[in-house]
């Protein structure tokens, strides 16, 4: 019993001497503060509904019904002190069968409603102390801390703030211990830290949410309704902007979730809703932190059975929106982390890695983006792993690296496209729907054109097909729909690249049995349309290589070989062309080898 009172006081002595230098309000304050320091040092432990309602100024209401009914002890003590207003440390430390419930609420205030209806109707221990203390404002600190049956909940919420309708709601109705404490304090703003940490099976649940805040409505609603451990806990701290982490960490069977999100923001409604209905754990942590802009890094890392999936997304953004709905839904682990970081553009890293039974999918999609709307819905019902990741970063144009590893079996599909393009369109619809591996890789990257990269390495139950597509072109439309639907491997790899003209490297290497087919076309053309249409549905092997390359010319090196039972059929036409229509329709349709070279 000592040793509790001494936690007590060490925790009203140390919270007071920060405050009382910390809070801008005047001598006349810290005063008040030094004098409620002095209270603390003479309260004995045992008592019970003693120092309530003590050199209060003008109002009324305060220090009323206090450490009534307990079959514990320590209950209902040092409420309702040195307070300028009304309705102030009332019904605090009530009906507790535990010791050490609704002590120091509601002393030192400057305000109306404040330190009320804390610390009743508990079965455990120290629960609903500290309060609603040392605040200029109205409805702070009230209903923490009651109807617990574990120990060490709804402590310390509500104090030290300049604004209203902070630290309320918080640590109530848990039979774990350590949940709804350090909610809703030393905030300048107004509704921070309410409704933290409720209803808990589990332990350590909706602590330190609210805190530090200039804005209003951050940190509500974190840690409520948990079966697991550690979450909702540190959203929505030291915002200068409002709606921020907020309505995470929530009904989560596993651990860990919903931690660390929405704090630091300028901007409003950032870091919301993550970590939610995980049934694993490392989910939905470290979302929307440190933004200028708003609504970014929210509805990440909900409705997991895996673990470690929708972390760290939409974080450091100046643009808004970015690093949105990411890992979400996955059996699999390490899926939708990382995205939507550091971009001065709108709508980038968004919808990724979610509904995987795989693993490490959909991350590190929409980084460092001038533009908007990059590096989205990458990396999604994927039950391969190490799909639709690093798409669509650093981009200045718009729309660059989506839709790209998706609905894979086979792993490492649709992964570096759409990046460091000044261009719009560049790196879509790359690797998605593969039974094979390393399927639509780097394509669409470094583009000053558009829609360069797209549709390539898809649907393919072979493998290395469609990579390395649409690459560092000043023109528009190169590297499209190349490797795709081959049961054949390395099909349509080094295609579309470096053209400064419009068209290039487009249609190669599709649908073949085979192998080695339509690669290294349509590069380095300054002209357009060159390099089309070569390598496709060929049973054999190293059909349609090496045409359309190096043309200032048009359409050079089209239609060369396809549809070969053979091998080495339609290569090395149509290159090094200042003319138009060179090495077209070759090499096709051959039972044996070597033919149309």
Do not use: C, Y
């Not at 009914?69 to 409420?79: I, M, S, V």
């Not at 979400?328 to 709508?347: P, Y």
């Amino acid at each position: 019993m000592v040793h509790q009172k001494s936690v007590i006081v060490a925790l009203v002595l140390v919270t007071i001497a920060i405050v009382s230098h910390a809070t801008p309000i005047g001598g006349g304050w810290r005063a008040r503060a030094d004098k409620i320091q002095q209270d603390f040092r003479v309260w004995q432990r045992n008592e019970t509904g003693s120092s309530n309602g003590n050199e209060n100024e003008a109002g009324s209401n305060r220090g009323n019904i206090n450490g009534n009914g307990n079959d514990g002890a320590g209950n209902g003590n040092l409420n309702g002190n040195r307070n300028t207003g009304s309705d102030i440390g009332t019904v605090n430390g009530n009906s507790n069968s535990g010791n050490d419930n609704g002590n120091a609420n509601g002393n030192g205030n400057n305000g109306t409603d404040v330190g009320n209806r804390n610390g009743n109707a508990n079965n455990g221990t120290f629960n609903g102390n500290f309060n609603g203390n040392l605040v200029i404002g109205n409805k702070n600190g009230n209903e923490n801390g009651n109807e617990n049956a574990g120990d060490k909940n709804g402590n310390n919420n509500g104090n030290s703030n300049d604004g209203s309708l902070n630290g309320n709601a918080n640590g109530n109705g848990n039979d774990g211990l350590h949940q709804g404490n350090s909610n809703g304090n030393s905030n300048h703003g107004n509704a921070n830290g309410n409704g933290n940490g409720n209803t808990n099976d589990g332990l350590g649940n909706g602590n330190s949410n609210g805190n530090d805040n200039t804005g209003n409505m951050n940190g509500n609603n974190n840690g409520n309704l948990n079966d697991g451990n550690d979450n909702g806990n540190l959203n929505g701290v030291e915002n200068t902007g409002s709606g921020n982490g907020k309505d995470n960490g929530n009904k989560n069977v596993g651990s860990s979730n919903g931690n660390v999100n929405g704090d630091g923001n300028t901007g409003d409604g950032n870091g919301v809703n993550n970590g939610n209905d995980n049934k694993g754990n490392d989910n939905g942590n470290a979302n929307g932190l440190a933004n200028i802009g708003s609504h970014n890094g929210g509805e990440n890392g909900n409705g997991n059975t895996g673990g470690a999936n929708g972390n760290n997304n939409g974080n450091t953004n100046t643009g808004k929106s970015n690093g949105v709905d990411n890992g979400n839904a996955n059996t699999g682990n390490s899926n939708g982390n990382g995205n939507g970081l550091n971009n001065d553009g709108n709508g980038s890293g968004n919808m990724n890695g979610n509904h995987n039974a795989g693993n490490q999918n959909g991350n590190g999609n929409g980084v460092g983006n001038n533009g908007n709307n990059n590096g989205h819905f990458n990396g999604n019902s994927n039950s391969g792993s190490h799909n639709g990741n690093g798409n669509g970063g650093g981009n200045s144009g718009d729309q660059n690296g989506a839709n790209n590893g998706n609905v894979n079996s086979g792993n490492s599909n649709g992964n570096g496209n759409g990046n460091a393009n000044s261009g719009n369109g560049n790196g879509q619809l790359n690797g998605n729907k593969n039974n094979g591996n390393d399927n639509g890789n780097a394509a669409g990257n470094g583009n000053a054109g558009d829609g360069n990269g797209q549709l390539n390495g898809n649907e393919n139950t072979g493998n290395n097909n469609g990579n390395n597509v649409g690459n560092a072109n000043a023109g528009t439309g190169n590297g499209v729909s190349n490797g795709n639907g081959n049961h054949g491997s390395n099909n349509a790899n080094e295609v579309g690249n470096s053209n400064s003209g419009t068209g290039n490297g487009f249609g190669n290497g599709n649908d073949n049995l085979g192998n080695n087919n339509g690669g290294m076309n349509g590069n380095h053309n300054s002209g357009n349309g060159n390099g089309a249409l070569n390598g496709n549905e060929n049973e054999g092997n190293n059909n349609g290589q090496i045409n359309g390359n190096g043309n200032s010319g048009n359409k050079n090196g089209e239609d060369n070989g396809n549809a070969n039972l053979g091998d080495n059929n339609g290569q090395g036409n149509g290159n090094g062309n200042s003319g138009s229509g060179n090495g077209a329709g070759n090499g096709n349709d051959n039972i044996g080898d070597k033919n149309g070279k």
